[in-house]
């Protein structure tokens, strides 16, 4: 008992020390990070979050809690869901019911993190495919006043033309209405600069998952790791404070650390204070 208070003290304390910056530069949580925590208590899990700094959150879900009853647990720890994750046959046949939900939470911002694919097969016809569902769905959530970004895992970046099939969706997906979230994790993974994708393509990634990888993890561009690949930011090989220094000058508006590591309640806190480190 007295070592898991301690342990708790801690969190809170490293929270503490990186709340003012975490406020000042607008990092926020994916709400992945703590899906074991969560489910099991949400008011201390969402206080939790408060007392690291936090502000802003994505998400998505409501926990099987009313609406109302959910949003207030927001309002009370001052959580602001800047955006939600869409299912991808969703956007496809029902762009309205996410424009539905995104206007419930207040979301700004409607993310979807996968394409559907055989297997590990992601292949052209797939990705000619998400960019007409990503450029309509898009047109009716830009109408709606809200921004679309699709969240590459790694797959996307396999050779095509001279390219990568994902160069194949930035060149074709309109950025009136279809844009990108980059996780850097998930960019590093298939062997990609994150640095230089944002230079190559920058203004398309408002939003962005911040997330380390274990030096001398093998990657692959299937789209698959081990959770346990993720580690404490600056700990790890994807070049955390590199990306940091150029990410706003590029078009990265709001950051978002997900953390996928059974540690995560105990790293995030230590990842703040890496990013507090940063000038």
């Known amino acids: ?27 926020g949580l994916q709400l992945y990070s703590l899906r074991r925590e969560i489910p099991k208590d949400v008011p201390g899990s969402l206080s939790l979050i408060s007392s690291w700094g936090i502000k802003e959150i994505e998400g998505g879900g409501s926990y099987n809690m009313t609406m109302d009853e959910y949003k207030a647990l927001l309002k009370k720890n001052k959580l602001k869901m ?6 991808f046959n969703q956007l496809a046949k029902d762009p309205a019911a996410v424009v539905a939900n995104a206007k419930q ?57 001279g390219g990568t099939l994902f160069d194949l969706m930035a060149k074709n997906m309109n950025p009136k ?12 993974h298939p062997g990609q600069d994150p640095v230089a994708l944002l230079k190559k393509y920058p203004n398309r990634f408002p939003l962005m998952h911040l997330k380390d990888r274990r030096p001398g993890t093998e990657g692959n561009q299937f ?22 220094k150029i990410a706003p000058k590029y078009g990265v508006k709001h950051f978002f650390i997900e953390d996928e590591s ?16 940063l000038k």
């Open 223 to 244: 789209g698959t790791a081990d959770d346990e690949t993720n580690v404490v930011l600056g700990a790890g090989d994807v070049g955390i404070a590199d990306i940091m």
């Open 262 to 277: 059974v540690h995560a309640v105990d790293q995030i806190p230590q990842s703040l204070t890496f990013l507090k480190s």
């Open 1 to 27: 008992m007295r070592i898991t208070f301690i342990k708790s003290s801690l969190v809170l304390f490293l929270g503490i020390i990186a709340s003012n910056f975490v406020s000042a530069q607008g990092i």
């Open 105 to 161: 939470f207040g979301a700004k911002y409607v993310m979807c993190a996968w394409i559907p694919h055989t297997g590990t097969d992601f292949t052209l016809a797939d990705t000619e495919n998400a960019i007409d569902v990503f450029n309509k769905a898009g047109k009716v959530l830009a109408e709606a006043g809200i921004t679309f970004c699709y969240h590459p895992h790694g797959y996307e970046f396999r050779p095509h033309d």
């Open 82 to 87: 800047v955006s939600i994750g869409a299912d």
């Open 177 to 188: 209405y279809a844009n990108f979230e980059m996780d850097v994790f998930w960019v590093k």
